[in-house]
């Protein structure tokens, strides 16, 4: 296997490391696939692995810098948030594979799972079956998009790809702004905007 697939790796890793929303792992994994020919079915699995790996590590280190940002009030309510996802067993996990499969950043989905102190093996199985699917589709598509690089590019600032990018970061914004024990147990919304160190 050659560098090429190390940087598939990589850069799918770099991509979905991060804690905020950034362009989908799979684009690196498309544009790779292209530029240097590499074998399709190699990239997905290669690259789905180098996600897993990115948003295993980024589970590890959100709960310390969540610990340094913000209240331990806000770390609680979220902690809250993955004890009630715990409780609901398979149905948690459905819920992370249908929001795996759909053209939306997981970030937010990992950044909670983080931030809730949620071990990752809990989360990463439902997430292989979804990310794996996605990806595998997406990838393909974008093996058959190589004769229509022009409308690609083109189509990498329309609006679809700004609406997911401000999809991400609201779904970012409701699991840091949202009391969600006032929520969840007294179904009251309320919004909290001081949640800062």
């Not at 699995?45 to 940002?69: E, K």
């Not at 229509?148 to 990498?156: H, M, R, S």
Request: charged share 15%.
């Amino acid at each position: 296997m050659g560098w090429q697939y190390a940087l598939v790796f990589f850069g799918a890793f770099l991509f979905d490391v991060v804690p905020f929303p950034f362009p989908p792992a799979f684009t690196i994994m498309v544009f790779l696939q292209i530029y240097f020919q590499l074998n399709i079915w190699l990239v997905i699995f290669i690259g789905v692995a180098g996600s897993i790996v990115g948003r295993y590590v980024l589970t590890l280190y959100i709960p310390y810098i969540a610990g340094n940002l913000f209240k331990p009030t806000k770390n609680e309510d979220v902690q809250y948030l993955g004890k009630i996802l715990k409780q609901k067993g398979w149905k948690s996990q459905m819920v992370i594979i249908a929001y795996s499969l759909l053209p939306l950043p997981t970030t937010p989905l990992f950044v909670a799972a983080g931030m809730a102190k949620i071990k990752p093996v809990y989360i990463i199985p439902a997430f292989f079956l979804g990310k794996f699917t996605s990806d595998a589709l997406l990838v393909h598509l974008g093996k058959y998009g190589t004769e229509n690089t022009e409308k690609i590019l083109q189509g990498a600032l329309s609006w679809q790809s700004f609406s997911s990018l401000a999809l991400g970061l609201l779904l970012l914004c409701a699991l840091l702004f949202i009391d969600w024990r006032s929520l969840i147990q007294k179904k009251e919304f309320k919004l909290n905007f001081r949640i800062w160190k």
